[in-house]
């Protein structure tokens, strides 16, 4: 221990001396700064582990880690020694406690929340590593649940493709999903919280079911037609009838006083949860290298140092909600990882995380871009065979593919997005248009609306309805109920709810654009200019004001 401890102070000496040394010219100064920073990486790696393990063992086998405020201010930024901020120290972690104290989206991560998200994901997965029979398993179950089961599977298999290569769901998920395994641990589970009313049961009930909704969510993100959205449907009610089935049956055994089975889980042994935390770590310092690279610098560290801007929470949201208005592909939101390093963004599949450098050396909203672009590019290899990108090199040509869809994909998000119709060239523009942004020909919404099954859209309208008759009604209510009717042909009701919106939020240009579109595709050319022309006068430095000029050209 004392030799790392002098082995740190040698570093941080070294580091004051090159820093305050006077002889040294500003890129030399940074050079040799860099050396020495990348010494203290290692420490940095090695105290991240050490409290890892140290929060590990203090959760006393519980499924969350809590980090102390001392703790993240090492793991979320690398903030070892204030000495290495010089007279900023103070002014910097003032800042980085407000920071760090900041909520997000609950998908939006610094390190040490990825981590403890990551712990509860692996100690949820592990428990499958049994492979519980449930409760009412066995060849006593009455035909008619057998059957339900079967057909249910079979169901499963007309969509299994659609749960291939799922960001973020490994092959044995799936193989429990598809087989219908986790359906019947969460009879099991939801059967003994019926009997017992164990606040752990239903915590575990709702893990589950979240894991569930997770995978179908993703798999509701890959489908294209209609007909697959249907059998969504169709699987939910046989979830319905497979439970009821399930209630009637555990009743009569009651009855019949039959024993009851519990719950058991094996665990998770304390060194095997520090040793898959380990091995995150690892993988995290190791993928860093992706965003160095592609941010093309060739040395890095997660060592926080002075006069650098840094990405937040609060930046991830306001840039992703752009990129999601830009990009109609972006259909589910992966995790985002603010991760202690200096680079640009990149995404990781088997976590299903975008990692953005808490310290960029691009533009934040560049470096954002580049983790989502790289994202967009996996996903149309992996769930579309590539054809993004055949239609791309069959436009511009088959040279750096990469290279050039990112760059005319940045220009979409960061210049079109943004209002700067000028800034890209008529062939690119039509392209992005066609293949990645939202679709002037078709609906526009969040692909939560635009990706409701049947059922799931029966049920929007109902609650929407019922809102607005209780006088409850929100911007969201009426625009909601209008981007389904939109999508149901029933541009009446589509204008109608589109108006009323707008009478609550005049300022929303994707609604304004919408109500234009609504209007044209009526044949109310008029009508739909002045809609347009609104959109243009309101909604400026906006794609939306980009697609209401280029409509408005069109009419005229």
């Not at 020694?81 to 939006?108: F, I, S």
């Not at 960001?167 to 919280?193: W, Y």
Request: charged share 30%; proline share 4%; aromatic share 8%.
């Amino acid at each position: 221990m004392v030799d790392e401890v002098e082995e740190f102070e040698t570093h941080v000496t070294e580091y004051e001396r090159v820093r305050d040394d006077g002889s040294l010219d500003a890129v030399a100064r940074n050079r040799e700064l860099i050396k020495v920073a990348q010494k203290l990486d290692k420490v940095y790696w090695d105290r991240t582990q050490k409290i890892v393990a140290k929060v590990v063992r203090a959760s006393a086998g519980k499924e969350k880690l809590s980090f102390s405020p001392a703790d993240r201010m090492i793991v979320d930024t690398g903030f070892l020694d204030p000495r290495l901020m010089g007279k900023e120290a103070n002014m910097v972690k003032g800042q980085l406690v407000k920071e760090l104290a900041t909520d997000g989206e609950r998908t939006h991560f610094y390190f040490s929340d990825w981590i403890a998200e990551r712990f509860k994901w692996y100690l949820t997965v592990q428990e499958f590593e049994e492979e519980p029979a449930a409760e009412t398993a066995g060849a006593e179950e009455p035909e008619t649940l057998k059957k339900l089961r079967e057909q249910r599977t079979k169901v499963y298999a007309t969509v299994g493709v659609l749960f291939q290569q799922l960001p973020g769901v490994p092959p044995k998920v799936v193989e429990m999903v598809l087989t219908g395994k986790l359906d019947q641990h969460l009879e099991m589970v939801a059967l003994n919280f019926r009997a017992t009313k164990d606040p752990k049961l239903f915590e575990d009930g709702k893990k589950f079911t979240a894991l569930k909704k997770g995978v179908i969510a993703k798999v509701k993100a890959r489908i294209t037609n209609p007909k697959q959205l249907a059998v969504i449907d169709v699987i939910a009610e046989l979830d319905r009838r497979i439970w009821t089935e399930v209630v009637a049956f555990q009743g009569k055994r009651d009855q019949a006083g039959a024993a009851k089975k519990k719950t058991k889980s094996k665990g998770v042994e304390e060194e095997e949860r520090i040793n898959f935390l380990s091995a995150e770590l690892r993988l995290v310092k190791q993928l860093i290298m992706l965003g160095v690279m592609q941010a093309g610098i060739t040395k890095t560290h997660s060592v926080l140092t002075p006069h650098e801007e840094r990405i937040t929470k609060a930046d991830v949201k306001e840039i992703v909600d752009h990129i999601r208005t830009c990009d109609a592909g972006l259909k589910v939101t992966p995790n985002v990882l603010i991760a202690p390093y200096k680079g640009t963004g990149f995404f990781e599949f088997d976590r299903d995380t975008m990692i953005v450098p808490l310290v960029p050396v691009r533009p934040k909203d560049e470096a954002i871009v580049d983790a989502v672009c790289a994202y967009r590019i996996l996903i149309d290899t992996l769930h579309h065979e590539g054809k993004m990108k055949k239609t791309f090199e069959s436009t511009f040509g088959a040279a750096d593919f990469r290279g050039n869809f990112a760059k005319e994909y940045k220009n979409w998000i960061m210049k079109i997005g943004r209002g700067k119709r000028a800034q890209q060239d008529a062939t690119a523009y039509e392209f992005f248009k066609t293949h990645v942004g939202p679709n002037p020909a078709k609906p526009i919404g969040p692909a939560e609306l635009l990706q409701l099954s049947p059922e799931e859209g029966i049920k929007k309208i109902k609650e929407y309805r019922l809102a607005i008759k209780e006088g409850n009604d929100t911007f969201d209510h009426h625009y909601g109920l209008a981007v389904i009717y939109w999508t149901k042909r029933k541009f009446v009701e589509a204008y109608t709810h589109m108006n009323d919106a707008i009478q609550l939020n005049p300022s929303d240009g994707c609604a304004l654009f919408s109500l234009g579109a609504i209007l044209s595709t009526m044949d109310r050319q008029a009508k739909a200019v002045q809609a347009f022309q609104e959109c243009v006068n309101i909604a400026q430095n906006t794609i939306w004001q980009v697609y209401a000029w280029e409509m408005i050209e069109k009419i005229k």
